[in-house]
Nanobody, 123 residues
């Protein structure tokens, strides 16, 4: 069993930055992929970024490429999402997730989820 807890959300002005954290506990994560999704009101959950524990390979949705950076700290079992140049349309609940089956962009492919952290970007 894997437990994931997000933190770091909050209110930020457009153009600002925010760093989200996802603390993982439970079984080993060396073979896992960790990903970030977001869900805005009335919309489906949307893939943002992913990173593999073993090699640190990263993947990004086109909408955030160049603005968001995903990273991990193996010693802390924590994954981060650095968000720069934030826009009002980035407002959503952000979730971290884990899978042991590749690096899929689909929410259904992820077995473990955190509770989410709210990010609000004001104009």
């Amino acid at each position: 069993q894997v437990q994931l807890v997000e933190s770091g959300g909050g209110l930020v002005q457009a153009g600002g930055s925010l760093r989200l954290s996802c603390a993982a506990s439970g079984r080993t994560f060396s073979t896992y992929t960790m990903a970030w999704f977001r869900q805005a009101p009335g919309k489906e959950r949307e893939f943002q970024a992913a990173i593999t524990w073993s090699a640190g390979l990263t993947y990004y949705a086109d909408s955030v490429k160049g603005r968001f950076t995903v990273s991990r700290d193996n010693a802390k079992n924590t994954v981060y999402l650095q968000m720069n140049s934030l826009k009002p349309e980035d407002t959503a609940v952000y979730y971290c997730a884990a899978t042991y089956a590749g690096t899929p962009p689909t929410p259904h492919s992820y077995a473990y989820w955190g509770q989410g952290t709210q990010v609000t970007v004001s104009s």
